[in-house]
Nanobody, 120 residues
Framework: QVQLVESGGGLVQPGGSLRLSCAASRSIFRINDAAWYRQAPGKERELVATITSGGSPAYPDSMKGRFTISRDNAKNTVYLQMNSLKPEDTAVYYC??????????????WGQGTLVTVSS
């Protein structure tokens, strides 16, 4: 099955850190460009970070400083390191990526999301 699987979410206290992972299924040959989005309750989905196939990260101004996107091409996995978390970071975090499957097809996929809750 061609899919992205996020993990690493959970409950964390304000000021804490989490690292999210977005792993490609075995039927995905390669992840090209990728991004993390988040959607808080009652709000629209917003961009958190992007990373090119070459590993160059980019962040909206509102996300700079506390979030770091990275990738491990050998593991076909994209990460989001989140530090100094605040209650307003509470959201479902989604991975989005352009991938090449095992048959050479190019797809744009969303993961199922992982919930991050920042609360004391």
């Amino acid at each position: 099955q061609v899919q992205l699987v996020e993990s690493g979410g959970g409950l964390v206290q304000p000021g804490g850190s989490l690292r999210l992972s977005c792993a490609a299924s075995r039927s995905i040959f390669r992840i090209n460009d990728a991004a993390w989005y988040r959607q808080a309750p009652g709000k629209e989905r917003e961009l958190v970070a992007t990373i090119t196939s070459g590993g160059s990260p980019a962040y909206p101004d509102s996300m700079k400083g506390r979030f770091t996107i990275s990738r491990d091409n050998a593991k076909n996995t994209v990460y989001l390191q989140m530090n100094s978390l605040k209650p307003e970071d509470t959201a479902v975090y989604y991975c989005n990526a352009q991938v090449v499957d095992s048959r050479g097809g190019h797809l744009r996929l969303w993961g199922q999301g992982t919930l991050v809750t920042v609360s004391s």
